[in-house]
């Protein structure tokens, strides 16, 4: 049992080493950190009803989602990335390319995503309020922004983490959003 433990450092060291040694090699071919996969792909989204943000007549819920392929987006006010990303999304409405549902996560202050939206676009559908998390930890989101891809089933198709952007746009998302629309519901 000692020599055991005497040489438990060095497995340990091992172990690690060859995780960041195979995490390198993913970088290098071409992998990105914005690719880590979600259990809830190819699964039904989670049931919840969110409540409307602050001066909207509804919110929205799974049920919402049936029947065409949508995009849920979630953002906050706080989060500097969903600054970069919102004016993509604004165009993305604009174009009317998808129907995209947010979920502001997490303000402290229930004005804040009204006060945001007001003040940068509106390019939600609907958007919900989820100030304790209970739709975004069903979603097991890490961290905003992140989206989901649900196709007309209602099922969850691709999660992107991070911003969506021009490039992650037209290499992914767009590409499986056609293909998604050309399902039967």
Not at 53 to 67: E, F, P, V
Request: charged share 25%; proline share 8%.
């Amino acid at each position: 049992m000692k020599k055991f433990l005497f040489f438990l450092p060095l497995l340990i060291l091992l172990v690690v080493g060859g995780f960041s040694v195979k995490q390198l090699y993913r970088v290098q071919s071409g992998e990105t950190v914005d690719k880590l996969p979600s259990v809830l792909i190819n699964r039904p989204v989670p049931q919840f009803d969110l409540a409307a943000i602050q001066g909207r007549d509804r919110g929205w819920g799974t049920k919402d989602l049936l029947g065409q392929v949508t995009i849920v987006n979630i953002f906050g006010s706080w989060c500097v990335a969903c600054q970069i990303e919102h004016p993509f999304l604004v165009r993305i409405k604009e174009q009317n390319l998808v129907p995209v549902y947010g979920l502001d996560w997490r303000e402290k202050k229930p004005d804040a995503g009204p006060k945001w939206l007001a003040r940068y676009g509106d390019p939600y559908t609907l958007v919900g309020d989820d100030p304790k998390s209970v739709a975004a930890i069903a979603f097991g989101v890490t961290g905003a922004p992140e989206s989901f891809i649900v196709d007309k089933k209602g099922v969850i198709r691709y999660k992107q983490i991070g911003p969506i952007t021009p490039d992650n746009w037209a290499e992914t998302l767009w590409p499986l959003i056609q293909k998604l629309k050309e399902e039967p519901a």
